[in-house]
C-alpha cells in the first residue's frame, strides 16, 4: 500500500476520491471477522488462557516492553503519525497475513506531498521468537474491546518461511 499512495492515490483529484468512495461503498458489506466494542469488560479466564491478569500475560508484557511506546498504553496511537490498534480494522480481519508480515518484517508509511512524515516500525525478527510475537498480537487483537482469534507461533513460523524463500 505504501507503494500505491506514494505513486498513484495521492494525486488523485477530490472527484476521483469521490467515485472511489462511491464504488467502494455500493459493495456488498463483509462479515465482520472480530469485533470491537470499545468499553468491554475484558474476559481475563478465557483471554490468557491461564488466568493470569493481563499484565503477567507474555503478550502484555512484550506490547509493554516493545509497542507501548508508538502505540499507547491503551492501544490508542497518535493520530497522523502511529495507527491505533484498538478497533483497527487490520488488528481484527480474518486474515492475519498483513498483520503478520508488518510484525516481522516491519514497514513505514507513505511518504507523500501534503501527509504527515514518513514512520517506520521495526521488524521483530530477529528481536522476538515466534512464540512472543504470536502472544503480543494475539493478547493485541483481544485489547481494548477488540475480539478476534488468537495468532500462533505456527501462524508467524508459516509465513516467515514463505516471506524468507
Not at 483471554?47 to 511506546?69: E, L, T
Amino acid at each position: 500500500m505504501v507503494e500505491q499512495v506514494e505513486d498513484s492515490t495521492q494525486y488523485l483529484t477530490d472527484e476521483d476520491a469521490l467515485a472511489m468512495a462511491r464504488y467502494l461503498k455500493s459493495l456488498p458489506a463483509q462479515k465482520p471477522s472480530g469485533g470491537y466494542e470499545p468499553h468491554a469488560e475484558p474476559d481475563l479466564p478465557t483471554r490468557n488462557g491461564n488466568r493470569v491478569d493481563a499484565p503477567q500475560a507474555v503478550g502484555a508484557r512484550v506490547y509493554i516492553s516493545f509497542c507501548a511506546q508508538c502505540h499507547g498504553v491503551e492501544g490508542a496511537g497518535v493520530p497522523n503519525v502511529f495507527p491505533r490498534l484498538a478497533g483497527n480494522p487490520a488488528v481484527i480481519t480474518e486474515d492475519t497475513t498483513s498483520l503478520i508480515r508488518l510484525m516481522v518484517e516491519g514497514g513505514n508509511s507513505p511518504a507523500t506531498i501534503s501527509g504527515p512524515p514518513r514512520q517506520a516500525m521495526p521488524g521483530f525478527a530477529q528481536t522476538l521468537t515466534n512464540a512472543q510475537m504470536a502472544n503480543v498480537l494475539s493478547w493485541i487483537r483481544m485489547s481494548w474491546g477488540n475480539d478476534a482469534r488468537p495468532i500462533t507461533a505456527n501462524d508467524i513460523q508459516s509465513l516467515s518461511e514463505k516471506l524468507h524463500k
